[in-house]
C-alpha cells in the first residue's frame, strides 16, 4: 500500500506572472521544474488544445515525496470557465499566511486559525496558520461528488484507498494511501458536477501490476503483463 502515492494536481492557468507570483511569493513554493511543447498533448494533458503550451511543476520540496501542483499553460488562452469540481487544497503554513498578510494578498478567516484564498483563475486554497516540521504541508485536495457512496466503491474498493473520515451527514469523506501523504477529500454536492473548462485531474502513482490489476479487463492485463 505505501507503494502508492498521490503526486500532483493539474491546474489550467491564464496568467503565468501571477500564478508564480501566487504559488512562489504567497505558498512558498518552488518551481522544481519546468517544460515547453510545440504541440498539444496526445492524451489531453493540456486539454482539449492543440497548440503551443507549458508546464510548470511547483511544491514544497521534490516530486518523489511531496505532493506538487502542475502549472499548465496554453499559449493565446487567458482564463477558463471555472466549474465545482475543485473545491481547494488545504495547506499547513504559518509561513504562506504571513506573506499573504505581507503581500496584501486577499485573506479571510474561515474558521479559526484557517483562512480562505485563491490562486490566480480563482482556484482555492485553505491555508492553516500552524506548520508542520519535516512533513509535506500539502493535507488535502478536496474535489466534489454527485455520490459519495459510488465515489467511495471507486476510490476504497476498486483503487484500495483507506478512509480516514467519513461524516454521513455532510457528506464528505477524507481518504489517502499513507498517514504521511496528502489526503483525497470527497465532498457531496446537490446536482451534478460540473467540470467546464477549469477542469482540473489529480495524479496517483502505484506498482505497474496493481495498476492493471484495478483495470479489470482481462484483455488490457494480458497484453499489457509481460516479461
Given at each position: 500500500m505505501?507503494?502508492?502515492r498521490?503526486?500532483?494536481f493539474?491546474f489550467?492557468?491564464?496568467n503565468r506572472?501571477q500564478t508564480?507570483?501566487?504559488?512562489r511569493d504567497v ?6 521544474r ?22 510548470t511543476m511547483v511544491?514544497f520540496?521534490?516530486e518523489?515525496?511531496?505532493?506538487v501542483a ?7 488562452i487567458?482564463d ?5 469540481d475543485?473545491m481547494?487544497i488545504t495547506?499547513?503554513?504559518s509561513q504562506?499566511?504571513s506573506n499573504?498578510?505581507k ?6 478567516e474561515?474558521?479559526e486559525?484557517?483562512?480562505?484564498t485563491e490562486?490566480p483563475?480563482?482556484y ?10 519535516q512533513s ?8 466534489a461528488?454527485?455520490?459519495l457512496?459510488?465515489s ?5 474498493n476498486?483503487?484500495?484507498m ?6 454521513e451527514?455532510?457528506?464528505r469523506?477524507l ?6 501523504q496528502?489526503?483525497l477529500?470527497?465532498q ?10 477549469a477542469f482540473?485531474r489529480?495524479?496517483?502513482s502505484?506498482p505497474?501490476?496493481?495498476a492493471?490489476?484495478a483495470d479489470?479487463?482481462?484483455e488490457?492485463?494480458?497484453k499489457h503483463?509481460?516479461?
Open positions: 505505501a507503494a502508492r498521490a503526486l500532483h493539474v489550467k492557468v491564464g506572472f508564480a507570483r501566487f504559488y505558498l512558498g513554493m518552488k518551481v522544481l519546468h517544460e515547453e511543447f510545440e504541440e498539444g498533448c496526445k492524451a489531453a494533458c493540456n486539454g482539449p488544445y492543440d497548440g503551443k503550451w507549458s508546464k511544491g520540496g521534490p518523489d515525496d511531496h505532493f502542475e502549472l499548465t499553460y496554453n499559449y493565446g487567458g477558463y470557465k471555472l466549474g465545482n475543485f481547494g495547506l499547513a503554513s504562506a499566511v499573504a498578510r503581500l496584501e494578498w486577499p485573506l479571510t474561515v474558521a486559525g484557517v483562512f480562505e490562486a483563475g480563482g482555492k486554497f485553505y491555508l492553516q496558520n500552524r506548520s508542520l516540521p509535506d504541508p500539502v493535507l488535502k485536495v478536496t474535489l461528488v454527485s455520490d457512496q459510488k467511495l466503491n471507486y476510490w476504497c476498486l483503487l484500495g483507506k478512509m480516514y473520515e467519513k461524516d451527514e455532510k457528506q469523506a481518504l489517502g494511501y499513507a498517514d504521511n496528502c489526503k477529500e470527497l457531496g454536492v446537490k446536482g451534478a458536477v460540473d467540470h467546464a473548462a482540473g489529480i495524479a496517483f502505484c505497474q501490476k496493481e492493471m490489476a479489470k479487463s482481462d488490457w492485463f494480458a503483463n509481460k516479461p
